[in-house]
C-alpha cells in the first residue's frame, strides 16, 4: 500500500532545481544510537530523582548534551533490537512491519521454543528496501522506504558507522548501502560484536566486525575504532559544505562484557577488585567492571564526536545532535544471582521483557537555536516516532514511502516546550527471546498497551493480562487487573483493535493448532 504523507504535492521536477540550495540550508544530524542501555545506565538521571544507578555510571558527555539541550524522561521502544532498528528506518510499529524478534540467518528464526504455543512465522528475514520488491527469491520481509534512502534523495551526505541489524544475511537489508547509506563503517547482519578486542580482530564467524582491519595492531578498542572512522569520513561533507547524517549505531554496550582497559579502572579498588556499591551492598563483579567501563567508552564516543563538531564551529552551529537506545538495559547477563531488574531499577527486568525495564530508554535532543538548554519534556515518544521526526528536522516536506508510516513527529515538542499531548503506545512480540529467563518477570509472549498512567500487559500462553499504575507504580509489582476489571477489558479492547488494525500476527495453541484469542477475547 502507497503511504503519502499529507504534505506530499510539491512537484518534483521544480523540488529537484531547488535541492541545491535547500540542501545547503539543511541542519546535519548526528543520530548516536547505543545498543542495549538501560535508561539508568548513566550518571544522567531521567528518573524523578536520582538513583544509585546514577552514581555507579560515568557519563559527562551525556551530561554536557543534557545540559545543552532537552532530556526526555518517557522515551519507550522495542524490547529487542531488531524490531526496533527496523521501526526506526520504516516508521512503522513492529506489529505491522513484523520484524519481531532478532535476526541473523536467511531464513531462520531466533525463537526459543515454547511448551504451550507455536510462534508465528514472522519477518524473520528483517526490512528490505523498496528497489528489492523484484526479488523473488526471499519471503518473510518488509518492504520499505528507508528513512537514509530520503535523505540521500533529499541532499544527505549519509554515513552509518557500527551497528546495522536491519536485514538477514543473503538479503539486500543487510547491507547498509542498499538502505540509502553513502558510507557504511561497519555495518551488516549481525547484531551484536563477536569482541570488542583488535587482538581477536573484532570476532569471527557470523558476529565478525568486519571493516576495520588497519586497527587489528594498534590495538584498538571497537568503540574507539569506530569513532575515528566517524570523524574521518565527516571531514568530506563538512569540506563540500554538505549536509550530512550520521548513524552513529555504537555495537557498545552489547556483550560481550569485555575490558575497555582505558576505563575499568574506574571501577576497581587499589586490589583491581570491584569498588562496592551500595545499591547491591556488594561489590562490582567482574562483568559490572566491564560494563561500566563500555558505558564510559561509549560516552567518551559522545565527547570527541562533539569535541570535533565544535572545531568546526558553523557545522556545529547547525548539527542536530540525537541521543537514544534500541532498547532496555540487559538485565540477565550482567549480575548472575541478582535480581534481574538490578540494570533498571526502579523499573522491572530488562531487555526482552514486556515490562518498563525492557522498554524505558534514555533520550537527549540538541537543536540548536530551537531546544532550550538543560530543559526536561516528560511527553511520551516511541521509536517509530524518529522517522517523521527526522525527515521533519532535516526539512523533508514532501515524500511518499512504500509503508504505511505509524510515527508521529515530535518536532512541536521541541519547539513548544511547555505544549502536552496525549500518546497510547502499542508493543508486540509474539516471539519468545532467549531460553532460562524468567516468565514471571515478562519474558514470553506478549503484546501490552500503554495509556494514560496505565500499561497492560498481555500474555499469549497463559493468556494472562497483568495491569499496572505506572504512575504510581513504576516498578510494576502491583497488579491491578483483578481490582480493576472495567479498566482492564478497555484496554483489552484498544489493544486488539490496534493489533488486528496492524495485522499482526499471534501464536497458535499446540494442543489444537488453533490461534490463542485476542486480548479482549473471553
Not at 213 to 235: D, N, P, S, V
Not at 236 to 262: C, V
Request: neutral net charge; charged residues 20%; contains cysteine.
Amino acid at each position: 500500500m502507497k503511504n503519502f504523507h499529507p504534505y506530499f504535492g510539491m512537484a518534483l521536477a521544480g523540488f529537484a532545481l531547488s535541492l541545491p540550495l535547500q540542501a545547503r540550508q539543511r541542519p546535519n544530524i548526528v543520530f548516536f544510537l547505543v545498543d542495549d542501555m538501560g535508561w539508568q545506565e548513566t550518571s544522567v538521571p531521567f528518573w524523578e530523582r536520582p538513583t544509585p544507578l546514577n552514581n555507579r555510571y560515568h557519563t559527562p558527555n551525556m551530561e554536557r548534551l543534557a545540559n545543552m539541550g532537552v532530556k526526555f524522561t518517557q522515551a519507550y521502544a522495542c524490547a529487542i533490537s531488531s524490531p526496533s532498528r527496523c521501526s526506526l528506518l520504516s516508521g512503522m510499529n513492529a506489529a505491522r512491519h513484523r520484524v519481531t524478534n532478532w535476526t541473523i540467518h536467511f531464513n531462520r528464526t531466533t525463537d526459543s521454543p515454547s511448551d504451550s504455543v507455536d510462534l508465528p512465522e514472522w519477518n524473520c528475514n528483517g526490512i528490505q528496501p523498496e528497489k528489492a520488491q523484484s526479488n523473488t527469491n526471499f519471503g518473510r520481509a518488509t518492504f520499505i522506504t528507508p528513512l537514509p534512502q530520503l535523505l540521500h534523495d533529499h541532499g544527505y551526505y549519509t554515513i552509518l558507522c557500527g551497528k546495522a541489524h536491519f536485514g538477514a544475511q543473503q538479503t539486500p537489508g543487510e547491507n547498509p548501502l542498499e538502505m540509502g547509506f553513502d558510507i557504511n563503517i561497519a555495518g551488516a547482519a549481525n547484531g551484536g560484536p563477536g569482541s570488542y578486542l583488535a587482538a581477536e580482530n573484532y570476532g569471527h564467524g557470523d558476529f565478525h566486525v568486519g571493516g576495520l582491519e588497519k586497527y587489528y595492531e594498534k590495538g584498538t578498542f571497537l568503540t574507539e575504532a569506530l569513532t575515528l572512522e566517524a570523524i574521518e569520513y565527516l571531514k568530506k561533507p563538512i569540506a563540500e559544505k554538505k549536509p550530512f547524517f550520521l548513524y552513529m549505531s555504537h555495537y557498545a554496550i552489547h556483550i560481550p562484557y569485555q575490558p575497555d582497559t582505558r576505563f575499568t579502572s574506574n571501577y576497581q579498588d587499589r586490589d583491581g577488585q570491584g569498588v562496592y556499591d551500595e545499591q547491591l551492598k556488594a561489590r562490582l563483579n567482574k562483568s559490572e567492571i566491564n560494563h561500566a567501563a563500555l558505558v564510559e567508552g561509549m560516552d567518551k564516543s559522545l565527547g570527541d564526536l562533539m569535541d570535533f563538531l565544535e572545531q568546526h564551529p558553523k557545522t556545529a552551529q547547525n548539527t542536530i545532535i540525537i541521543f537514544i537506545s534500541d532498547n532496555g538495559g540487559q538485565g540477565v547477563a550482567v549480575r548472575q544471582g541478582r535480581e534481574d531488574y538490578d540494570q533498571n531499577w526502579p523499573a522491572r527486568a530488562g531487555k526482552g521483557s514486556a515490562y518498563l525495564g525492557g522498554i524505558k530508554e534514555p533520550m537527549i535532543v540538541y537543536w540548536p537555536k530551537v531546544t532550550k538548554a538543560g530543559t526536561v519534556n516528560d511527553n511520551r515518544v516511541m521509536i517509530e516516532d524518529f522517522f517523521p521526526s527526522l525527515l521533519e528536522m532535516a526539512g523533508v516536506k514532501s515524500y511518499k514511502t512504500l509503508q504505511n508510516v505509524d510515527g508521529v513527529s515530535f518536532v512541536d515538542l521541541l519547539k513548544q516546550p511547555n505544549k502536552r499531548r496525549e500518546r497510547t503506545f502499542i508493543w508486540h512480540f509474539p516471539n519468545i527471546w532467549t531460553t532460562g529467563v524468567s516468565r514471571e518477570e515478562g519474558y514470553g509472549a506478549y503484546s501490552a498497551i500503554m495509556k494514560g498512567d496505565y500499561h497492560l500487559v498481555y500474555f499469549w500462553e497463559t493468556r494472562e493480562k497483568h495491569l499496572f499504575n505506572i504512575k504510581e507504580d513504576i516498578g510494576e509489582r502491583n497488579d491491578i487487573s483483578t481490582a480493576q476489571p472495567i479498566l482492564t477489558q478497555q484496554l483489552a479492547q484498544e489493544l486488539s483493535d490496534s493489533l488486528r488494525a496492524y495485522s499482526a500476527q499471534r501464536p497458535t495453541w499446540k494442543r489444537n493448532k488453533q490461534q490463542v484469542p485476542w486480548p479482549d477475547e473471553p
